[in-house]
């Protein structure tokens, strides 16, 4: 495919027509029919995307990104992102006028097979052709997840990976500015994302798109393979805008490869520019050829048609290779790649050097890089929180900014950040640094209109209202290295649904973020039912490996912090009110830590009437209806359940204990929300299953009928109702 | 404020430099002090954003906008959307440098008082005083609610607006022309959406500009609302992106407005130049100030306080206002407005008169149009739906199409899209016509790259990779009038995650919107954990007003399909299979009306030892288990129990002879999703409490133990565990 030096805009693209040498050509068709033949083996067949970005594979393995095949967890490596990791879509559309080959998942073997070239050594040839195996302990998985060596971050539901290397790329600018010093660049790693036409139409992409840009993240190189394919067809269907323009508006630079096919050394020209920019992001608008020199490569109206068995062997022929044999990786491929794993060492010794002289030099801030690296928090850390609080009632968003903001002050660790909603969550901790672009001598800080400025040593960042990016930014801080930052984020609860699809990538990954979430109830009030969240704690409590925590006052919202501070491995959502809670005499915040617990028993020998279970910001409730039922004559016990999760990971006897459920006696929970999966610890709900209400908080709670007498009525007639129709009590009842 | 006529970049802005008239002058600061007013009331006090549009008002309400206060249901009515409508956050933001007055929530009080002037009856001065109070039948709720005559759409989840908008325009598209004869313009109505600096930050509405642009929607204007200043400071605290350069990269043409806060007629030129573009929908940048005229007007850094009793005062003697004189509508004020019910009621009679003409010339499309405007279907849709279907395994996602689109062919009130996977999700019916531009004369039907051509007669929408967009655009389209479209929407299921902010407004909206949601288990296998839904029904079966179906065979998706249809005021997710499932015969298209009901019943007169609750793709699994089980001498009864909330809905008597709990026979369900919610109607459950694999359908059933042997294994060991474990019987265990 020739280029003719021009994008089709006119303008000149980066292209140093140097012809590639025999054995770069060669390299090129090896990886494109391996490619093939890792396709064809499980009969599906789309290699199209993998083989089209085979030479911007070899320009960032072999010759630009720096990275330790032997020591794939390296501090200081470059992180390179597949963020178009499609999987196997069946993308074969046909309409009366065309059939259209279109594009076709698999790009996940671009990075697995190049991990396999360079040297990775859990990635063994073997394991490649585990692709699309049922091999369990395969290590190429439908997209790439972040326990391969080699992958940074666990990508697939497109736009994710371009925040996650936005995170990355924050997380780099954040330690450099921390601890490097003159002469002493201990952490100096550029992110290299690479992203599809798909990654550029997400909401949660174009938001970090822009964020990064106003950041002037230069460390950062978005690659965009672009083969205008989508899978309903070419992507002049549904996008037709000038995206060059929109990526500068957005304050990137960008640079045209025109033949991102073959041109590797017009690719690694880009990378190298990009790399060396000073001021802004680059973005790097590479032309590719879906299943270049294949049957349907580049043909826009075709016959489209899968390789198939044919189609690979014509491949073979066309590259002179024997159409017989698959899975070839011929000496010339190997020779190609072999001196990366001691290059890659050689970086590793010379870093380990610096740092161990950057250890004499400062042995102060080299202490604190060590412990960061190493992912561990300075022992003392809960000492700063609070032993006790101020009485008077306080709304647990506020007992939150009690709670973490001295630790958020001392312990580097956390980079906190809001979703432009500083005035509501309290976490902008005395003395806060904002985090922003500090390019020194060439770009002065930035000076913001409203006077608050920051660097890139700041660990608050405004994120704007960008409540998606904000948290799928975050996993790419966390995923930098191992708890060597904890991310923190914060907004209204009801926003962590535009963020879920985040909250839950990072849940998988396993990484440490903690989510504040505050007016967390109807008793936020007047914003009414489109801020009033109702099933949204239904999807945190069932969502594996998170912490959804409702603390009922300031001393369980230490608690909370507590667990999820100790949570090195899960994220956390702190869900508290924006209204102000009373504080409870009974609450214990080591309570929290098992979940649930007893926060008043009944008096004496004789058994309880009921179990009443108070959750967060309505606990106080449970306790008064407690109170309303004894002038009547009814034992009640009151439960508070911050946390099903960390309740469910307690022993079957404190369960037990703790339920009383097996005694016989009922148990209702008290919650605004949607009830679903409260009936596996209660019998009856006092709950909400319709949207809220615009009114002010109280007017709300008394609107849905959470008044102490109202509930204690209906409580009373519940457990009459039980008595006369025994049926009833194996029910659930929403009262 | 002076303007110059330029804008910031120094190119030319919108303006006529006419000076207002004293009655114009009147009414803007008539309209600031009533606002400062009605804030005043609840000593909350953040009037700024709704004072510093006021002139944007005058030009909509009085000057340019096609509406009738008297007719708030008038079809052919131009929309007004308010999207950057804010509620009460608390924005004081306070650093050691700078105090700094933020922006300000109540704009919808911008929009209820344009209400209240203009004539809608509804909207009473005392209705307008009730902003803020307790009184639960308020029309001004905290942010514009679509029950409200005037308000198109519920908004305040920000950037959920602009997407509706572009909703709305697709709908007046795809009307006129479906309906338009020469001559006979019957719907030609223009959106209009005002939106902040926040709405231009948020991702779905980034997606939806591009998908506007891509589209031509010339009928499509939005607003902007230029104040940069959002809670946490100026905008350029996050966002220094150039806004202008970066709406016409996508496609829109860019009118600025220097004077946003007095020169009326400027801005009445932009809206008029924005309604007769022909080719692009328009961005109009009006540079406002907030709190104009206020202590803290237009102070970058100020030391900021809330308007109070005194600054309220004196912003009326500023005005020669009496400042002890609250909520004054003077005499000049209601002239100026008195004309427009008047001329609302002359555009409905006019418009009534050309339908009437219309009916007559064209009878047919007439008769449709009639048919449409009242929210009908055909009377035999549910013909159109197959009485049988093939006896091989089909997935679910396959009879989906099966089951619709013979009635999307046939039917034009359905608007099918799907987030580019046209070829998994089955929607493209026979002969579907895309929804795309055709300005005819001046711009050709755009020719796309794969041949795959449109118009906007089209009912097939490719949103790209945009689900949030998809989702909330099919809202706006759902809009504009009741039942007048049933849009269809589709991707993954996983991916109704992102979407899931806006399934949640169509919910809270009551429009009918149905998500087909494919590839909805670990069945779907290769694509791994990001891709395998093991939470995501738990919130969607939690949330209000919404159907959450999972059939288990074409038969049960004809009933899902069913369901969804008739469901005026709710909208759907049918939830399906990407892989071949078993056909049943003991399932029943009823039966999936009622929610659950009984596969099989045990033989005989004896009780049977336990219920299985068999769900979507897995249902199979439980007639599998029922036969193991009998085999082992235990007698198994099988529940297919495709969707909760329509089991909910019906009578206590046949919920318990369904379940038949309370004869003691324990229920377990076979599902591979987090378990939380079927507490409610089982005591054990097969499920997943972790995320999924990556490995082949068959495989990932087998990794995580849904074989019917093994099952079969699980289910006689709890059976006979409750045997000896009293305790066990009255808790949820997971097997």
Same mark, same amino acid.
């Given at each position: 495919?020739?280029?003719?030096?021009?994008?089709?805009?006119?303008?000149?693209?980066?292209?140093?027509?140097?012809?590639?040498?025999?054995?770069?050509?060669?390299?090129?068709?090896?990886?494109?029919?391996?490619?093939?033949?890792?396709?064809?083996?499980?009969?599906?067949?789309?290699?199209?995307?993998?083989?089209?970005?085979?030479a911007?594979? $070899?320009?960032?393995?072999?010759?630009?990104?720096?990275?330790?095949?032997?020591?794939?967890?390296?501090f200081?490596?470059?992180?390179?992102?597949?963020?178009?990791?499609?999987?196997?879509?069946q993308?074969?559309?046909?309409?009366?006028?065309?059939?259209?080959?279109?594009?076709?998942?698999h790009?996940?073997?671009? +990075?697995?097979?190049?991990l396999?070239?360079?040297?990775?050594?859990?990635?063994?040839?073997?394991?490649?052709?585990?692709?699309?195996?049922?091999?369990?302990?395969a290590?190429?998985?439908?997209?790439?997840?972040?326990?391969?060596?080699? $992958?940074?971050?666990?990508?697939?539901?497109?736009?994710?990976?371009?925040?996650?290397?936005?995170?990355?790329?924050?997380?780099?600018?954040?330690?450099?500015?921390?601890?490097?010093?003159?002469?002493?660049?201990?952490?100096?790693?550029?992110?290299?994302?690479?992203?599809?036409?798909?990654?550029?139409?997400?909401?949660?992409?174009?938001?970090a798109?822009?964020?990064?840009?106003?950041?002037?993240?230069?460390?950062?190189?978005?690659?965009?393979?672009?083969?205008?394919?989508?899978c309903?067809?070419?992507?002049?269907?549904?996008?037709?805008?000038?995206?060059?323009?929109?990526?500068?508006?957005?304050?990137?630079?960008?640079?045209?490869?025109?033949?991102?096919?073959?041109?590797?050394?017009?690719?690694?020209?880009?990378?190298?520019?990009?790399?060396?920019s000073?001021?802004?992001?680059? /973005?790097?608008?590479?032309?590719?050829?879906?299943?270049?020199?294949?049957?349907?490569?580049?043909?826009?109206?075709?016959?489209?048609?899968?390789?198939?068995?044919?189609?690979?062997?014509?491949?073979?022929?066309?590259?002179?290779?024997?159409?017989?044999e698959? /899975?070839?990786?011929?000496?010339?491929?190997?020779? %190609?790649?072999?001196?990366?794993?001691?290059?890659? +060492?050689?970086?590793?010794?010379?870093?380990?050097?610096?740092?161990?002289?950057?250890?004499?030099?400062?042995?102060?801030?080299?202490?604190?890089? +060590?412990?960061?690296?190493?992912?561990?928090?300075?022992?003392?850390?809960?000492?700063l929180?609070?032993?006790?609080?101020?009485?008077?009632?306080?709304?647990?968003?506020?007992?939150?900014?009690?709670?973490?903001?001295?630790?958020a002050?001392?312990?580097?660790?956390?980079?906190?950040?809001?979703?432009?909603?500083?005035?509501?969550?309290?976490?902008?901790?005395?003395?806060?640094?904002?985090?922003?672009?500090?390019?020194?001598?060439?770009?002065?800080?930035?000076?913001?209109?409203?006077?608050?400025?920051?660097n890139?040593?700041?660990?608050?960042?405004?994120?704007g209202?960008?409540?998606?990016?904000?948290?799928?930014?975050?996993?790419?801080?966390?995923? /930098?290295?191992?708890?060597?930052?904890?991310?923190?984020?914060?907004?209204? /609860?009801?926003?962590?649904?535009?963020?879920?699809?985040?909250?839950?990538?990072?849940?998988?990954?396993?990484?440490?973020?903690?989510?504040?979430?505050?007016?967390?109830?109807?008793?936020?009030?007047?914003?009414?039912?489109?801020?009033?969240?109702?099933?949204?704690?239904?999807?945190?409590?069932?969502?594996?490996?998170?912490?959804?925590?409702?603390?009922?006052?300031?001393?369980?919202?230490?608690?909370?912090?507590?667990?999820?501070?100790?949570?090195?491995?899960t994220?956390?959502i702190?869900?508290?009110?924006?209204?102000?809670?009373?504080?409870?005499?009974?609450?214990?915040?080591?309570?929290?830590?098992?979940?649930?617990?007893?926060?008043?028993?009944?008096?004496?020998?004789?058994?309880?009437?009921?179990?009443?279970?108070?959750?967060?910001?309505?606990?106080?409730?449970?306790?008064? $209806?407690?109170?309303?039922?004894?002038?009547?004559?009814?034992?009640?016990?009151?439960?508070? %359940?911050?946390?099903?999760?960390?309740?469910?990971?307690?022993?079957?006897?404190y369960?037990?204990?703790?339920?009383?459920?097996?005694?016989?006696?009922?148990?209702?929970?008290?919650?605004?929300?949607?009830?679903?999966?409260?009936?596996?610890?209660?019998d009856?709900?006092?709950?909400?299953?319709?949207?809220g209400?615009?009114?002010?908080?109280?007017?709300?709670?008394?609107?849905?009928?959470?008044?102490?007498?109202?509930?204690?009525?209906?409580?009373?007639?519940?457990?009459?109702?039980?008595?006369?129709?025994?049926?009833?009590?194996?029910e659930?009842v929403?009262?």
């Amino acid at each position: 495919m020739a280029t003719n030096g021009y994008t089709p805009e006119g303008k000149p693209a980066m292209s140093t027509m140097q012809p590639l040498t025999n054995d770069e050509d060669h390299v090129l068709k090896s990886f494109r029919v391996l490619i093939a033949d890792l396709c064809q083996q499980f009969n599906g067949g789309h290699p199209g995307g993998a083989m089209g970005m085979a030479a911007i594979g $070899v320009a960032l393995w072999k010759y630009v990104m720096q990275y330790a095949p032997h020591t794939p967890d390296f501090f200081n490596r470059d992180r390179f992102i597949l963020s178009n990791g499609k999987g196997q879509r069946q993308c074969l559309y046909q309409t009366s006028s065309a059939d259209w080959a279109s594009k076709l998942g698999h790009t996940c073997l671009f +990075q697995y097979t190049f991990l396999h070239l360079t040297g990775y050594k859990a990635m063994t040839l073997d394991q490649l052709k585990s692709y699309h195996s049922d091999r369990t302990d395969a290590l190429c998985p439908g997209h790439p997840e972040i326990e391969i060596e080699g $992958v940074e971050v666990t990508t697939g539901p497109l736009g994710q990976g371009v925040a996650n290397a936005v995170g990355l790329a924050i997380a780099t600018k954040n330690l450099a500015a921390t601890f490097n010093r003159p002469g002493y660049e201990i952490v100096s790693n550029h992110i290299w994302c690479m992203v599809g036409d798909a990654c550029l139409q997400e909401g949660v992409a174009l938001e970090a798109i822009s964020f990064a840009g106003h950041l002037r993240l230069n460390n950062l190189t978005v690659i965009y393979d672009n083969n205008q394919i989508t899978c309903d067809g070419s992507v002049d269907l549904t996008n037709t805008e000038d995206i060059n323009a929109k990526m500068r508006a957005c304050g990137w630079d960008v640079i045209d490869v025109q033949d991102g096919c073959y041109d590797i050394h017009g690719i690694v020209a880009a990378l190298k520019q990009a790399k060396e920019s000073t001021q802004k992001p680059t /973005f790097i608008n590479v032309r590719t050829v879906i299943g270049v020199d294949s049957a349907v490569a580049g043909q826009a109206v075709a016959h489209g048609v899968a390789l198939g068995t044919n189609n690979v062997a014509e491949l073979k022929k066309e590259y002179g290779f024997n159409p017989e044999e698959k /899975f070839v990786i011929t000496p010339t491929v190997r020779r %190609f790649f072999e001196d990366i794993p001691a290059r890659g +060492q050689t970086l590793v010794n010379s870093w380990n050097d610096l740092v161990e002289r950057y250890s004499k030099e400062f042995p102060e801030p080299a202490a604190e890089f +060590q412990m960061r690296t190493k992912g561990e928090l300075p022992a003392d850390w809960n000492k700063l929180i609070p032993k006790e609080f101020p009485s008077k009632p306080t709304a647990s968003r506020a007992a939150s900014g009690l709670v973490f903001n001295p630790i958020a002050e001392k312990v580097k660790t956390f980079m906190v950040g809001t979703a432009d909603l500083s005035p509501s969550v309290n976490m902008a901790y005395p003395g806060k640094v904002d985090f922003q672009n500090s390019l020194t001598v060439i770009q002065p800080d930035l000076r913001t209109t409203c006077g608050i400025n920051g660097n890139y040593s700041g660990r608050y960042i405004h994120y704007g209202v960008r409540e998606h990016a904000m948290c799928a930014i975050s996993n790419g801080i966390a995923a /930098f290295a191992p708890n060597t930052f904890i991310p923190v984020t914060s907004s209204f /609860f009801m926003f962590y649904l535009y963020a879920a699809p985040a909250v839950r990538m990072g849940a998988l990954q396993e990484l440490q973020v903690i989510h504040t979430a505050t007016h967390d109830s109807i008793g936020m009030g007047e914003d009414g039912p489109t801020h009033q969240p109702i099933e949204l704690a239904a999807l945190y409590r069932a969502m594996p490996n998170l912490l959804y925590i409702r603390p009922g006052d300031s001393e369980e919202t230490a608690g909370a912090w507590i667990a999820a501070i100790e949570a090195k491995k899960t994220p956390s959502i702190i869900s508290t009110s924006r209204h102000a809670l009373p504080q409870l005499t009974q609450t214990k915040r080591e309570g929290v830590l098992r979940g649930a617990y007893v926060l008043e028993e009944t008096e004496g020998s004789g058994r309880a009437d009921v179990t009443l279970i108070g959750v967060g910001a309505e606990l106080s409730f449970a306790l008064e $209806v407690a109170k309303e039922l004894k002038s009547k004559d009814l034992r009640a016990r009151v439960l508070s %359940f911050p946390c099903q999760r960390l309740f469910e990971k307690q022993p079957v006897s404190y369960k037990r204990e703790t339920l009383q459920r097996y005694k016989g006696i009922p148990a209702i929970v008290i919650e605004p929300y949607a009830p679903n999966g409260w009936e596996r610890y209660a019998d009856a709900a006092i709950c909400l299953t319709r949207f809220g209400h615009s009114l002010p908080g109280k007017a709300a709670y008394k609107y849905f009928g959470f008044e102490t007498g109202k509930m204690a009525e209906k409580i009373l007639k519940y457990l009459s109702e039980v008595k006369q129709d025994e049926i009833l009590r194996s029910e659930f009842v929403e009262l």
